[in-house]
């Protein structure tokens, strides 16, 4: 999904619609309560809770078999996995459940319903807008790259197969905990062309770095001079953008991820796993 870009900084454009849905939810719990004196804060807040849970509930369930082997990061909620459908379905049966219970007043019901009608209408609209941004993005841009070992590489020039292009920097925290997540991605999905452009950093910085980490990867770019955080105006690390084999973005993620947000982005190829490996340009 889309970032959201407000003057210097870059969000995630799930978590300023999440933010949006939350705001819109308990602004009507307060309309309720003030204007029609009908009090429905609690059950809107019980709501909220119970739909980020089953979302969150229902990702891990999802991709149990890449938690197996590190459990604690089923509480890593900062890689963005999320299900918006089982939230909603979620919801929407706490709401029913409501509704149904005798002790509840048809005022209640009704602030209910409507406040759920309106939260879905700018959770799904919003998810719309933002698909349909990610949709008419920018191509895999035909920018040369200064090489880690020496020489330039043609971005373009991976075209051919799906490409993961990481904008990352040393000095950022998020994208040196996704990182370990990446290298073994690559190694996963041998299909997939995975781009690490470095942005703003010397050659020096950058190895010092992998080799501090001990990190292998593949297709280190150095993007000394920031142009592609100009091309597709992101100013937030890390940004991941996901292309498909006809270099079309086709999902792009600002924020760390994690083993299991990356395999759920990556699931869209599914013989990406069975390909020989992809060999660079």
Excluded at 10 to 29: D, I, Q, R, S
């Amino acid at each position: 999904m889309a970032s959201v870009t407000l003057g210097p900084v870059a969000f995630p454009g799930e978590l300023v619609l999440l933010g949006a849905t939350l705001a819109l939810a308990l602004l009507m719990a307060a309309l309720w309560r003030r204007r029609w004196q009908v009090d429905v804060s609690a059950q809107v807040w019980r709501g909220l809770w119970l739909g980020l849970l089953a979302a969150r509930l229902s990702f891990v369930l999802e991709f149990a078999s890449v938690y197996a082997d590190a459990p604690w990061q089923m509480l890593n909620l900062r890689d963005g996995g999320w299900n918006g459908w089982a939230a909603w379905v979620a919801v929407a049966g706490y709401v029913g459940w409501l509704a149904l219970g005798q002790a509840r007043r048809s005022a209640q019901r009704q602030a209910l319903s409507v406040t759920l009608v309106l939260a879905a209408a700018v959770w799904w609209g919003g998810s719309a807008m933002l698909s349909l941004l990610t949709a008419q993005g920018p191509q895999l841009p035909a920018l040369s790259l200064g090489r880690l070992d020496a020489g330039e590489q043609s971005l373009a020039a991976f075209a051919g197969r799906p490409v993961v292009l990481n904008l990352w920097a040393t000095w950022c925290p998020p994208c040196q905990r996704e990182m370990p997540a990446l290298q073994r991605a690559q190694q996963q999905y041998p299909g997939v062309h995975f781009v690490f452009a470095n942005q703003n950093e010397s050659r020096e910085q950058v190895q010092r770095f992998l080799a501090l980490k001990g990190l292998m990867l593949h297709n280190v770019l150095l993007d000394e001079h920031g142009a592609l955080a100009r091309h597709f105006q992101q100013r937030g690390l890390p940004t991941t953008f996901f292309f498909d084999a006809d270099g079309t973005l086709v999902d792009q993620r600002t924020g760390e991820l994690s083993e299991a947000s990356i395999a759920q982005r990556l699931e869209r190829w599914p013989q990406a796993r069975t390909l020989p490996a992809a060999s660079a340009p």
